[in-house]
């Protein structure tokens, strides 16, 4: 931000201001409010305890698919479940996962040397969250069948 | 289910499962590396030209079934074709998989290749089907640095 502008000279304003460009996001930082107050009304345990039961859940059900390789098994981890599903790529993967209505992340995720070191070009990727249900997951795992299914 | 099936056509999972003119071609006169770094898909067309015709085709590489099957079909189409033809056959696929409507009009016969009429439902699938054929195009130019179709 500037303190004042002519042809001649430009003066910026003094610190922290002259780092400030233009608008600051101020709706940003009213949704990051709102986030923040719902959450603390649900509270941070609770809403850690119910992703951890979703994940369990998930990792269960997924591992039950014939053909599924989990990749990440950490005892204590995020509600992530990283994996995949016999020889199909996962883009492939992702794709007709999209057309059963679920949205799942597919390929090396920005973390190539980790996908070198499982010798995997890419992983099929669920993220779980407090919005998500056990429905939700066994939707999921009826898209994995409808997967194998196409490909044969 | 009914653009799925458009999408992963029997003759599509064929080639995915079994890429044909899939190897490394030692005498090849022409060759480029295709990557879309994004998505991972990496792959290498090797060209032998003579006479300005392609007398040999092959790849390698690795990627999704939309990329390995549109490389495989890719080699099966092009040997025996004119560097002219080959041209006109990369800008008719080029047209059917992003649903140009010009697409329907004339051009060379695209044959087995227009299995890939359902790629343009996906649009984001649009990069993997072609990939093969930006990199064949390199090969053809004798481009030095990959390309891509991200």
């Known amino acids: 931000m500037i303190s004042s502008v ?6 910026y304003n003094k610190l922290p201001y002259k780092f400030e460009a233009g608008t600051p996001d101020i709706a940003g930082v009213v949704g990051l409010g709102a ?3 719902y959450l603390s009304s649900l509270g941070m345990e609770a809403v850690s305890a119910y992703e951890q039961e979703l994940l369990e859940y998930a990792t269960k059900a997924i591992s039950s698919v014939p053909g599924v390789r989990l990749v990440g098994t950490a005892r204590r981890k995020a509600a992530v479940v990283s994996f995949l599903l016999g020889e199909v790529h ?8 999209d057309q059963e209505g679920i949205a799942v992340r597919a390929g090396h995720h920005c973390a190539q040397p980790v996908m070198d ?3 995997i070009p890419a ?3 669920a993220s779980l969250a407090l919005y998500n249900t056990r ?5 999921l795992v009826n898209g994995l069948k409808k997967v194998s299914e196409v490909f044969g | 289910m009914s653009d799925l099936r458009d999408l992963y056509q029997e003759v599509i999972l064929d080639h995915t499962k079994k890429p044909r003119n899939f190897h490394k071609m030692e005498a090849a006169t022409n060759s480029a590396k295709g990557h879309n770094p994004l998505c991972g898909d990496r792959l290498i067309v090797y060209l032998k030209v003579e006479n300005d015709t392609v007398k040999d085709i092959s ?14 079909m890719m080699t099966e189409s092009l040997k025996g074709k004119t560097k002219q033809e080959a041209e ?6 080029h047209q059917l998989v992003t649903g140009k409507p010009e697409a329907a009009e004339a051009g060379p016969e695209l044959g087995k290749l227009a299995v890939f009429s359902g790629v343009r439902e996906f649009p984001v699938r649009v990069k993997c089907a072609t990939l093969s054929w930006h990199t064949l195009r390199a090969a053809l130019e004798s481009q030095q640095n990959a390309v891509s179709t991200e």
């Not at chain 2, 006109?88 to 696929?93: G, Y």
Request: charged share 25%; with cysteine.
């Open chain 1, 6 to 11: 002519s042809f001649e000279k430009t003066t």
């Open chain 1, 35 to 37: 986030a923040i107050e």
């Open chain 1, 90 to 97: 996962p883009h492939d993967v992702g794709t007709i996962l």
């Open chain 1, 117 to 119: 070191r499982f010798g």
């Open chain 1, 123 to 125: 992983t099929i990727r």
């Open chain 1, 135 to 139: 429905e939700e997951i066994d939707l």
């Open chain 2, 59 to 72: 790849f390698e590489g690795a990627g999704c079934a939309i990329s390995t099957a549109s490389a495989s």
């Open chain 2, 88 to 93: 006109a056959l990369f800008h008719r696929f």
